[in-house]
T-cell receptor, first 110, second 112 residues
Framework: RKEVEQDPGPFNVPEGATVAFNCTYSNSASQSFFWYRQDCRKEPKLLMSVYSSGNEDGRFTAQLNRASQYISLLIRDSKLSDSATYLCVLLGGGADGLTFGKGTHLIIQP | NAGVTQTPKFQVLKTGQSMTLQCAQDMNHEYMSWYRQDPGMGLRLIHYSVGAGITDQGEVPNGYNVSRSTTEDFPLRLLSAAPSQTSVYFC???????????FGPGTRLTVL
């Protein structure tokens, strides 16, 4: 099993819809979890950290399920500007520093 | 603050040439790192540093050297470029390894 797995997509979603995607991880000792966003040909930027109790930031909600070893990202009322690749990132996934998933490509359609 | 800066933005090398990718940050971050991003592979850690004078290897260090003589700068050296090193290289910095990482704009390297 790979350290961090994400569905690469693309997810094609109409504007205004709700979309959710998961990320599974293999190392139960992983300590910290993040979602990063990467626009085409740009650098990754932190979207939000993921806390054990779940957390929300505006239209974005992140959840962590340690028992099943996955994190999720939910985007409500999606906007065209949400189109990007979303990277699942964790600390303590086996390699030094952060371990990045390959990303889920999201396309919001008008 | 400029954040994390990288130069050059683009570079084409011939096999066997050497070069240095520059990275600098003005946020007084102790932790700096280099990643490469290849299609279908995600970001992979090359080398990292937890402070001036300290460096360590990441997941894919072969063919690359780093040094950290100051807090601000963390150059990445390609000793003898190979086509397999064609990639996009990102430098990042943060207060610590578990803190938000700030990435530079990347260097797109092609080795012919």
């Amino acid at each position: 099993r790979k350290e961090v797995e994400q569905d690469p997509g693309p997810f094609n979603v109409p504007e205004g819809a709700t979309v959710a995607f998961n990320c599974t991880y293999s190392n139960s000792a992983s300590q910290s979890f993040f979602w990063y966003r990467q626009d085409c040909r740009k650098e990754p930027k932190l979207l939000m950290s993921v806390y054990s109790s779940g957390n929300e930031d505006g239209r974005f909600t992140a959840q962590l399920n340690r028992a099943s070893q996955y994190i999720s990202l939910l985007i409500r009322d999606s906007k065209l500007s949400d189109s990007a690749t979303y990277l699942c990132v964790l600390l303590g996934g086996g390699a030094d520093g952060l371990t990045f998933g390959k990303g889920t490509h999201l396309i919001i359609q008008p | 603050n400029a954040g994390v800066t990288q130069t050059p933005k683009f570079q084409v090398l011939k096999t066997g040439q050497s070069m240095t990718l520059q990275c600098a940050q003005d946020m007084n971050h102790e932790y700096m790192s280099w990643y490469r991003q290849d299609p279908g592979m995600g970001l992979r850690l090359i080398h990292y540093s937890v402070g001036a004078g300290i460096t360590d290897q990441g997941e894919v260090p072969n063919g690359y050297n780093v040094s950290r003589s100051t807090t601000e700068d963390f150059p990445l050296r390609l000793l003898s470029a190979a086509p397999s090193q064609t990639s996009v290289y990102f430098c990042a910095s943060s207060r610590g390894s578990s803190n938000e990482q700030f990435f530079g704009p990347g260097t797109r390297l092609t080795v012919l």
